[in-house]
Nanobody, 127 residues
Framework: QVQLVESGGGSVQAGDSLRLSCAASGRTFSSAAMGWFRQAPGKEREFVAV????????YYGDSVKGQSTISRANAKNTVYLQMNSLKPEDTAVYYC????????????????????WGQGTQVTVSS
């Protein structure tokens, strides 16, 4: 059974940085695309970033482009999301996700393409 566990969220001030982590188990992590999505209260789930199995291909949502970096450590079965210069509008629950396909060169940015999700970690940014 695939399990994804996010950590690293918290309450910070505008301009601060956070690094989110997602530890995966239950599948061959090194062959899987990994994504981060977020959902703010009253809003739809939003694409944040995705990384392919090798780490060479990454995509970012327009709202975080230039502000965030996704990376992965296959030896640790962990994907990271480094977020800098946080703004109040970054406040949301951040979810890690993966799919059941392997070695996809160009990962999807669509939440519906992901089969497995973590419980989420809350990020709150105050002004």
């Amino acid at each position: 059974q695939v399990q994804l566990v996010e950590s690293g969220g918290g309450s910070v001030q505008a301009g601060d940085s956070l690094r989110l982590s997602c530890a995966a188990s239950g599948r061959t992590f090194s062959s899987a695309a990994m994504g981060w999505f977020r959902q703010a209260p009253g809003k739809e789930r939003e694409f944040v970033a995705v990384i392919n199995w090798s780490g060479r291909i990454t995509y970012y949502g327009d709202s975080v482009k230039g502000q965030s970096t996704i990376s992965r450590a296959n030896a640790k079965n962990t994907v990271y999301l480094q977020m800098n210069s946080l703004k109040p509008e970054d406040t949301a629950v951040y979810y890690c996700a993966t799919d059941s396909k392997s070695y996809i060169p160009y990962p999807s940015v669509l939440a519906d393409e992901y089969d497995y999700w973590g419980q989420g970690t809350q990020v709150t940014v105050s002004s």
